[in-house]
Structure formats: C-alpha cells, structure tokens
C-alpha cells in the first residue's frame, strides 16, 4: 500500500529541483530497472506488481514494496505503466580523468531536449564511448525522460556536467577537437582518429560561438538530396551523433 507522502515523494522526484534537494531519481520498466539492478547504481526502493517480482530476485539490501496496477498509474511518469518502478541514488559525478582522452569522448553542448540526451546515451553505449561531457546547461540526465530513453545504456556511460570553456581549455594540444560544423568539410574525406574529443551543438543553434575556436577539425556531414535548393535544414542532433559516431569507428575497425 502506498502511502501518501511515498505518491508525493515519487511525483516531485519528476522536477530537477527535487532531485537534487534528495538525491534521487527514478527509473521505470522491466528492462530499465533490471539493468540498474545488476550496475553499480544504488537502487533505494523499488516498487512492483507482484508478476514482476515472482520472476525476479532482488538483493535483501532493496526495500521492496508490492504494488497493484492502480497504485502505480499514480507514481508513473509514463502513459502505460510498465510493471516496475525504482528509485534510485544519484552517484556522484565523477572527476574527469587524464587517461580518457585516449579514447574517443562526446561533449555535449547544450542539448535541450531529453529524448535526444537519452537516445545518445544510448548511442554511445552501442558504439563503445564511455564518457560524455554535458554543459551546464543541457538537460539533466536524471530528467526521467532521459533516463527512459535511455533504455539502460545510463547504468554504462559516465555522464559529468562542466563549464565547457574551461573542459577544452585544459585539453592537451595533440588531442584532436572535432566539430560537426555547416561550414566543416566532408566528414568522409576527413582523416579521424581513434581518439579525440567529438563536440555535438544545440538542436536549434548549433555549436556555441564561445566554443567554436577550441575546434581543430571541422567536420559536415553531406546531404544527399537530388534538389540542394528542396532538403531538410539539418539533422536532429541524435542522429547526426551516429553517423559521426558510425564513421569514426567505421575507420578504426574496418579502414
């Protein structure tokens, strides 16, 4: 039986204000849930129907609360609820260490939208990219939209919030900053790297001006439209982040 306070705990949770006041977020679904289950994410409590928790064992170190299909409609963010929903800590962010810019590393400029953030996440996650550095001022990752679209890749990429100015002032000189650029050249006749840094603008403006002298390689992805006068204006910035993401591997793995 849910408790009111518990309903009113679990909806505030859904504002970024409380969950930084508390710490905690939440996490829904039989696949999202199950992944941080078996992560290193703190899972504080989890509330079920009692189907899912027949076929699933949870550690003695998870409060469980049985819940019936109503009861959840009531802590649910989404438009069917789906059998599960956890809170869950939020770990503390992560210092950015020196040893991951032998990788490739996302930077994230102001990225609004949570479905974009999330399907990223989840982007890097296929494409074997473990950290993303996110401005200020994108979307928080804990936004429970994000988390969702997430699909469970948020339990294997590191996510860290910095002023970006400062990120790629203190970057090392022989490290490589890509910029996907209207003005850039032919993503494809470019040569890339196996590491450097890979910064994706702002669904609507582009890469902030500020950043754009940090920038070593100008990258554009062509459009193939027979009309050039009669094509789209450009790509969503979740999109545009798998093609670039694709190619960049492509070369690593298969050139």
Partial sequence: ?????????????????????????????????TELLSSN??????????EWLDI?????????????????????GLITPNMVLALVEIPQQQSIDTFIFEKLILVLDEIKDPGNLGTIIRIADWFGISDIVCSKHSVDVYN??????????IARVNIQ??????FLKNIPKDIPIYGTLLNGENIYNQTLSENGIIIIGNESK???????????NKLYIPFFAENSNNKAESLNASIATAIVCAEFKRRAFFA
């Fill in 56 to 76: 699933h064992k949870i550690s003695d170190n998870v409060a469980i609360t049985e819940v019936t299909v109503s009861e959840l409609e009531r802590i649910s």
């Fill in 41 to 50: 994410f703190k899972i504080i409590e989890i509330f079920a129907v009692k």
């Fill in 206 to 216: 582009g890469i902030s001006n500020e950043l754009l002298p940090f920038i070593t």
């Fill in 161 to 166: 919030y910095v002023d970006l100015s400062i």
């Fill in 144 to 153: 429970p939209k994000v988390v969702q679209a997430t699909m469970g890749s």
């Fill in 1 to 33: 039986m849910l408790s009111k306070n518990i309903i009113k705990h679990i909806n505030a949770l859904k504002q970024n204000k409380f969950r930084d006041e508390f710490q905690e977020f939440i996490a829904e679904g039989d696949k999202l849930v």
